[in-house]
């Protein structure tokens, strides 16, 4: 990384003071600054690399808050963020191509292909390990 970007990187961790998340509030706040710097269209090596941060420690939260029970299945897991998110089928067009394949995979008709677990996992911001634990199972 270039001295130029080491100092940005250096001022955004001094605005942003990432830290340990131990509580909803501040995994929120973390969310917000992840999405934030995400919908940059052009971000900064130093803006990648705390969103890089922020990714981890948010990833490390949830992962602690909510562990995934061997129960779960890949479209259960989809069903909860869509509802933690306030989303509905037809906001997931983008991601699976068309309503009715939408509809398949959260009717458990069709599996999720690797493709989209991987835009799932960006647009949620959860690790694809999340989808690919259950996938099999779905």
Known sequence: MSATATK???????????KPIHSEAQNELAMQQLE???GKARPTTAERQLMEL???LIEAFEEKRYPATQQSSAVEVLRELMAANDLQQKNLIDIFGTPSIVSEVLH???NMTTGHIQQLSERFHVSPELFFNFSANS
Do not use: D, S
Request: hydrophobic share 40%; no cysteine.
């Open 8 to 18: 940005e990187y250096r001022t955004l961790l001094a605005r942003t003071l990432p």
């Open 36 to 38: 934030k710097l995400a």
């Open 54 to 56: 922020l990714t981890v």
């Open 108 to 110: 458990g008709k069709r």
